[in-house]
């Protein structure tokens, strides 16, 4: 699949390319992303070239995952933003923001536009989020965005090769006002 780009009231959403090395590299030295996500630690010049140059274009070409860099009109980086195939209309959403934008509800609107698209777009039904316990900053994101907080999975994240506990919630296109691709029968209690 060819990238596409996004857009909303105050950001383009668009694949990052060798355009973006030095930003991303940037912004990965923040020991919160480090710290909270799964990139590299320490993070060095030649991980922002192989995430620039080489795993969002593969992602977009095999449709494994949708990497989206989360920009400002100006062409500031605010963010970065992925949706990863994980089964047959499941996506997963990852982001962080960059430190000098977080606060302003960049992340929370991309991935509100990311699974509006996911949606309506790429038939799929469920975009899952996780964060490690206690990443209150991804959780607050999550919950801005719609996502509805389902429990706590023990040891499901392996962040830097240590098993973690993990928040997980959900979005379903119903969440939007948008229609799923097949019926939808929730559980009665």
């Given at each position: 699949?060819?990238?596409?780009?996004?857009?909303?009231?105050?950001?383009?959403?668009?694949?990052?390319?060798?355009?973006?090395?030095?930003?991303?590299?940037?912004?990965?030295q923040d020991p919160?992303?480090?710290?909270?996500?799964?990139?590299?630690?320490?993070?060095?010049?030649?991980?922002?070239?192989?995430?620039?140059?080489?795993?969002?274009?593969?992602?977009?070409?095999?449709?494994?995952?949708?990497?989206?860099?989360?920009?400002?009109?100006?062409?500031?980086?605010?963010?970065?933003?992925g949706i990863t195939?994980?089964?047959?209309?499941?996506?997963?959403?990852?982001?962080?923001?960059?430190?000098?934008?977080?606060?302003?509800?960049?992340?929370?609107?991309?991935?509100?536009?990311?699974?509006?698209?996911?949606?309506?777009?790429?038939?799929?039904?469920?975009?899952?989020?996780?964060?490690?316990?206690?990443?209150?900053?991804?959780?607050?994101?999550?919950?801005?965005?719609?996502?509805?907080?389902?429990?706590?999975?023990?040891?499901?994240?392996?962040?830097?090769?240590?098993?973690?506990?993990?928040?997980?919630?959900?979005?379903?296109?119903?969440?939007?006002?948008?229609?799923s691709t097949a019926?939808?029968?929730?559980?009665?209690?």
């Amino acid at each position: 699949m060819d990238p596409v780009a996004l857009t909303t009231d105050r950001l383009l959403l668009r694949t990052a390319g060798p355009q973006d090395t030095d930003a991303v590299y940037a912004a990965c030295q923040d020991p919160d992303i480090q710290r909270w996500t799964t990139v590299p630690s320490p993070y060095l010049p030649e991980h922002a070239r192989g995430f620039t140059e080489q795993m969002c274009p593969d992602g977009w070409t095999n449709g494994s995952m949708f990497t989206f860099g989360v920009f400002l009109p100006s062409g500031e980086l605010t963010g970065m933003l992925g949706i990863t195939m994980r089964s047959l209309g499941v996506g997963e959403i990852g982001y962080w923001g960059t430190k000098k934008h977080r606060g302003n509800g960049y992340i929370t609107e991309a991935a509100v536009a990311a699974s509006r698209w996911a949606f309506t777009k790429m038939s799929i039904d469920r975009v899952e989020w996780r964060a490690e316990v206690g990443n209150r900053a991804s959780r607050a994101v999550a919950e801005r965005a719609g996502f509805v907080i389902e429990g706590t999975l023990r040891s499901s994240l392996n962040n830097k090769g240590v098993l973690r506990d993990c928040w997980i919630g959900s979005l379903l296109p119903s969440d939007l006002g948008l229609p799923s691709t097949a019926p939808y029968l929730p559980a009665k209690e």
